[in-house]
């Protein structure tokens, strides 16, 4: 049995009428009742009984319309999804975001994601450092990362997304929360929650204070944005984090600018030998952040 034979035979059972069943074929009735004449030889069983005034199905035909329909659904909705992958619209893609991007980026991307490809399953993990999101693309355990450059590997290709200012985080029981701007002078006799040293906002941190001629004194070093603002609550220490943070502050702690404040990048990383369309897709979303930054912020 041929899938053309199945629409013919479904035609004309749905429509009750060669003549109807032909119209709706959009072809001539004679190979139309030739068609199923050779269907019923085939399968060795009578599907219709026909009369000169109606055509009805016999319990053989009943049962070949009801899984006939399900096959040629499934075999339609299986074109579909084929031409969606095919298309980059349906799949998985896995997705690694830096600490502060999962405040901010994260939901952004997702709400995106669902509104321009909604058949596509995103696996994501977030909180991550860029050393290890760099690791992860080349062990292909994601496919494309939200991090902050500089990434080593020259099989990566990034994408600037954008230029950020760090911001400190203080115990609300500072006596500098009580300034409305902070120098980064000012912080050279504190204690600080800093991000392990191959993160990009620690290095960056670092280079700022002995511009200012001192280096952090850091007493507790986190992977996690959520983890350092804890202990700044917990009145641990200060931390600089990306100003993006700012929705995520919780009691006991505050968030003050830095008056010339150092700042980082924000970039999409991929593999260059990844020509998956879910990445290509996935890229272009981002390639238009810039005129809906207004949106994410």
């Known amino acids: 049995m041929e899938t053309r034979q199945l629409k013919y035979f479904i035609a004309v059972a749905e429509e009750k009428h060669f003549g109807r069943a032909a119209e709706r074929l959009m072809m001539a009735q004679p190979p139309l009742s030739q068609q199923i004449k050779n269907l019923e030889t085939e399968l060795g069983v009578q599907l219709f009984n026909r009369t000169t005034r109606k055509v009805e199905l016999t319990e053989a035909g009943e049962l070949m319309l009801e899984r006939g329909q399900s096959i040629i659904n499934a075999i339609e909705a299986l074109e579909q999804d084929v ?18 991007a999962t405040y901010r980026h994260m939901p952004w991307m997702v709400e995106q994601a ?4 909604p058949r596509l399953r995103l696996d994501i993990q977030g909180e991550m450092l860029t050393p290890q999101m760099e690791q992860g693309l080349l062990e292909h355990r994601f496919d494309v990362a939200v991090l902050r450059p500089p990434v080593h590997s020259q099989e990566i290709e990034t994408m600037l997304i954008e230029e950020e200012e760090l911001v400190v985080a203080l115990p609300e029981e500072s006596e500098l929360a009580a300034k409305g701007t902070i120098d980064l002078a000012d912080l050279a006799t504190v204690n600080f929650v800093a991000y392990p040293q191959g993160s990009a906002v620690h290095q960056v941190t670092l280079r700022a204070c002995q511009e200012h001629g001192f280096v952090p004194n850091v007493v507790q070093r986190v992977r996690e944005t959520s983890t350092m603002l804890a202990l700044v609550a917990a009145n ?3 931390g600089l984090i990306p100003a993006s943070t700012k929705h995520s502050v919780i009691r006991g702690m505050v968030l003050r600018p830095l008056r010339n404040p150092p700042r980082v990048d924000l970039s999409l ?4 030998s990844n020509t998956s369309p879910l990445v290509k ?3 272009t979303l981002y390639a238009d952040y810039e005129s809906t930054r207004k949106a994410v912020r």
């Open 236 to 238: 641990v220490g200060v």
């Open 269 to 272: 990383a991929w593999l260059k």
């Open 83 to 100: 031409k969606h992958v095919a298309d980059g619209a349906q799949g998985v893609l896995r997705v690694g975001f830096t600490g502060a």
């Open 281 to 283: 897709n996935f890229r």
């Open 114 to 117: 669902r509104l321009h490809f």
